[in-house]
């Protein structure tokens, strides 16, 4: 600042630029802090993890819990409830999918990963036929909204679980058992057939040494002479079996059928929706059973995405644009895979397509044709900027 | 190589209004952003049923309709009005320290003055002259301030600026003592100073005058869709342009040859070609990281040793199934405080312990659509420096961060007792989520510390890199309209400098 400078007339300017000057002398040019931001991130929050499967157990006929650790370092922490979503490439399609951690996150030398075989499951028929110890994969880091909230979850809390939604189920159990949390935790555990429980053993033994655990165990296909609960979670069964006040918090997590049909049924029982949790579980399978489908259109239809300068390609309908874009060699970032992550925004730049409930857009990006692509269905030919 | 005539590092306000500028004047231009979403801290996300706004409390400088200001000028000339609806506040701000103090403040500069008479009758007369005064200062430090210094004649600085002579530069909390005894109406006058970050006593006169001034004036603003509709629409104006946006893609290395600007290194490993580049990251980042350079060119590392970090913030985001009537909200913005001692709750920013004052942002009491019906949108604010929570250990993160929101949560329940039974989805962000989400050192939201040197008075503008530009609040004020005007005062530079590059090779 040049000496004749007009402002020295202004009354604190002079003392305001000593000031400055003695600053200059105490500070540094945060050289010092090179680096600083990336690390402080990616001890909380990497955005990649190289894991290495370290061991594969036989949970049932259908189900592996996948034991991965880190190739760098220790893995970062979690909130029981949260999942990875694991990298993989099947015959040359680079793909994802979420899968809930089942360890609990006390220790952080291993995330276990439970799959449960599902019917033309692409990537978890991949992973329970194919996979061998050693095998290395990369993942996002632990993430998602579905776990003990200590702000406003309270301490009765009921778990419906269903199959494989028992795997975050296990993680929270064993979260609030180490941690001595004085919590009542009951587990109503919904399977069709007994030989498909998940952790069944544990879990029984768990409910015998804890009094604040209970587990009960329903089966909707029994054997004959079964001497159990049958049926399904019903309002009624609900009812029944867990003592529910205003302070009780639901979790729900199965199949996306299970889902649906618990949430109905909590609601018949009065339960507020800040009371319930449910785990989000990929892109509805029949989008063209839901309202607001174009009537003209069918799942079969062919139709062709337009990727903006880079190529286009043919696609079905009733495919998630994510999964086809992945299957014709496109990636875009993703990790819940059901729609609210955000992480797969695309614009629609021409063109309809399907946005189900499930897809948990904002506002501005309907009125600017974003959509998510991980649970957007195509209705027509679109062109998409990627 | 693919040319560009500018690439612009980050898709925050500044980067996004540098960007559309710089397209729309001309300029073949690249916006490059590590998310997947543009408006940096300008941005919502949705949880259930809520869309929850992640930083603008009350947008300035939009005026209104019949009287517009500085921003519609700004938007229009972008190319965004027409995209995005703008909601009007009916309150500058509620203030409530239990048992001392509860008032709600119009947002009316005749109204806000009647208010405050009313309140304090005592010091009727010093609030007109006071008053009066933050208009004078905000007229001459902002409207004839910058044509005064142009010329460098001190007999104009007295004729034009006479009241910034005298009070412009001093402490707020000076020039609020000179005028008043009673410290209730200070604590109101000054509340504003949790926008800047520095208590009154650090704070310039100036920039409490022109937050009150501007705000009664010009009123606070919201918008329909939250701040993400006015950054979505901006990145459509700047795509109608003929822009080019890559989204998931960092910028890693600003390349330069003879300390020129050559071009822009992603974190993919492609190079692309350009002959300005405009950074909406940090200047700590762009200039100690991002730069090519092994130390930072020798003026920054002076200007930088006079900066210090400025603030971050704790906020918690909640969805509430009740009514703002049945919360008890009067005013979409509330300040909550413990103490009316400005300086201890600045020393307790610096530390732990529970937070002595916060915030509370009630979306959707001006705008209904802003949340379900039956449902309300909130989010609970303190200011807090972002390197306390460096060192906790990863395992106690998550435990610390709760216990904390607790301790916000039980300081704002002292203005509205019923916010935690009705709590339907609620996520917490500390200094490290701001830090994670804007790449800022320390977290900061506001840049550097806006202590009286950090001003521009204090500052000359460096060109250290031919054609690197910085936009953004680290050279700036923080905040919105700041940075909406600091990208768009940037473009103009580069266009300028482009021109004239290409009238030299002509």
Redesign the interface.
Known sequence: ?PD????N?????QE??K???K???S?????E?????GN??A???PKRLTLEVSKIIKETESTKTFRLISTAGQL??F?AGQYINLFVNIDGTETARPYAISSE?SQ?DYYDLTVKRVHEGFVTNYLLDHVEVGQQFLSTSPMG?FYH????HGGDLVFLAGGSGIAPAMSMLKDVLTRKQPFNFHFIYASSYISDYIFIDELRVLAKQHNNFTLTEVISRPPEDYQGITGHLSADRIKSLANITDETMFYICGPTPFNDYCQQQVAELGV???RVRIEANGPPKNPDTLSNWPTSVSMDDEITVTVTGKGSFTAKVGEPLLNSLERNGYSA?NACRSG?C????VKVVTGEVFNPPEA??????R??G?IHSCVAFPTEDIEI?L | MEHFDAVVIGAGNAGLTAATALQRGGSKTLLLERH??PGGCAT??????F?FEVALHQLSGLGTEDSPFIMRKVFNDLGVMDKVEFVQEGELYRMFVPGEIDTTLPACWAGLKSKLQEDYPKESDKLEAFLKLCSDVTVESFMLLPQ??KT???N???ANCPN????????AKDVLDEFFDDEKLKTVLAAYWCYIGVPPSQM?FQDLAVLLYAYAEFKPWNI???S??L???L??SF?EAGGEVR??CGAEKILTNDNQVRGVRTETGEEISCSAVVSNASS??TY??LLDHD??PIE???D?????MGTSAFV?YMGL?CTPEELGVTSASNFVGNTMDEELIHDCMNTMDDPVAGMLTCYNFDDPSAAPAGKSLVSLVCLQYGDLW?DIA??Q??QTK?EY??KL?DLIEQAFPKI?K???????ATP?TM??YL???GGAIYGFKQN??DSN??R?HIDAVSGLHMAGCWNNMGGFQPTYMAGEATAKLVLKELKEKEIEHA
């Open positions: 600042m004749n400078n007009i402002l007339a202004v009354v604190g300017y305001a630029v000031a400055k000057e600053l200059e002398q500070g540094t040019d945060f050289s802090q090179k680096g600083d931001v402080t991130i001890k909380l929050h970062p922490p909130q996150p952080r909204t909230n200590p702000l406003y507020k929706n800040r970032e609210e955000s992480l797969c925004r948990h857009l904002r506002k501005s990006d009125e600017f974003w900027l | 997947n979403i919502s996300f949705v949880r259930g049923e869309e005064v210094r460098n004649d001190e104009q600085l007295k910034f002579i005298d009070y412009g530069l001093r402490s310039p329909k869709g939250g993400q509709a950054s979505s629409a990145l459509e795509l989204f998931n700590v980042m100690n990281e130390v930072p920054i590392s002076k930088f040793k006079s900066r210090r918690i199934d460096k990863p395992e993160y998550a709760y929101a607790e949560i935690r009705h709590i339907e989805e609620v996520e917490v490290l830090m994670r790449n800022t050192p009286p040197q008075l204090f000359d």
